[in-house]
């Protein structure tokens, strides 16, 4: 830090504004992928009777070191909605499979 004029601190701090150095990047990038790969995962087997699957964003996975947001109490959940939920996961698992019958395998013999 010594050997920086007042420019290029100048400069880095806006830089670090635009692009953000140390862990709170850090936090983002991992933030992101988690993001990601839950809006696959919903898209992929969500209810289509239910309506579009709620996405979410990176900044619904980053940590709140600061404090700055308050903690809000999950929505209790009746016995009927649990109830649905429990028996929907056992219907999807009492689905029968269909197999596709694929034709043997011919091994070729060198000669």
Do not use: C
């Amino acid at each position: 830090m010594d050997q920086l004029t007042s420019k290029q601190i100048s400069e880095w701090e806006a830089f670090d504004r635009i692009d953000p150095i140390g862990k709170w990047r850090e936090d983002f990038r991992f933030a992101k992928l988690e993001s990601l790969l839950i809006n696959i995962v919903n898209q992929l087997y969500h209810d289509p009777k239910k309506g579009k699957p709620a996405m979410t964003s990176p900044l619904d996975f980053m940590p709140d070191w600061s404090g700055e947001f308050k903690y809000q109490e999950p929505k209790k959940q009746s016995v009927e909605e649990m109830k649905e939920v429990l028996m929907s996961i056992a219907s999807s698992q009492n689905k029968k499979v269909k197999r596709v019958e694929r034709p043997p395998v011919k091994k070729q013999i060198k000669q």
